[in-house]
């Protein structure tokens, strides 16, 4: 018999990993970049996409690299909608992950996560 429940279970568990399980699965990409693909699935395995992203942006329309201006500030929330615009980005603009990954923007707004997750403690 097939467990239907394996889609919520697996919600459950990433609603639950405390900022320790967190921190390694952030860290893990970090040192472990490759493809786009890393940076897409993090979010989803920390449970941690925010498809309302753009209600955490002040630009309209969205400016990426306006919005990033913001990381020094962001809290967590904040950090995860602009990875989440970077990820949605990329959907459009084919690509654009990866030069951002090239000009370290993605790992700024992961070790941002990183340092409020540690801070949490």
């Given at each position: 018999?097939l467990?239907?429940?394996?889609?919520?279970s697996?919600?459950?568990?990433?609603n639950?990993?405390?900022?320790?399980?967190?921190?390694?699965?952030?860290?893990?990409?970090?040192?472990?970049?490759g493809?786009?693909?890393v940076?897409?699935?993090?979010?989803d395995?920390?449970?941690?996409?925010?498809?309302?992203?753009?209600?955490?942006?002040t630009?309209a329309?969205i400016?990426?690299d306006?919005e990033?201006?913001?990381?020094?500030?962001?809290?967590?929330?904040?950090?995860?909608?602009?990875?989440?615009?970077?990820l949605r980005?990329d959907h459009?603009?084919e690509?654009?992950?990866?030069?951002?990954?090239e000009?370290?923007?993605?790992?700024?707004?992961?070790?941002?996560?990183?340092?409020l997750?540690?801070?949490?403690k």
């Amino acid at each position: 018999m097939l467990n239907m429940n394996h889609k919520s279970s697996d919600a459950k568990r990433k609603n639950r990993m405390n900022s320790k399980e967190k921190i390694a699965a952030i860290q893990y990409v970090t040192n472990h970049p490759g493809s786009e693909t890393v940076y897409s699935k993090l979010p989803d395995d920390i449970g941690a996409l925010r498809t309302n992203y753009g209600d955490y942006m002040t630009t309209a329309p969205i400016s990426c690299d306006e919005e990033l201006k913001r990381i020094p500030e962001a809290g967590h929330e904040l950090c995860i909608a602009l990875l989440t615009m970077l990820l949605r980005e990329d959907h459009f603009s084919e690509g654009s992950c990866m030069k951002r990954y090239e000009d370290a923007q993605i790992d700024v707004i992961l070790n941002r996560m990183i340092d409020l997750l540690k801070a949490e403690k």
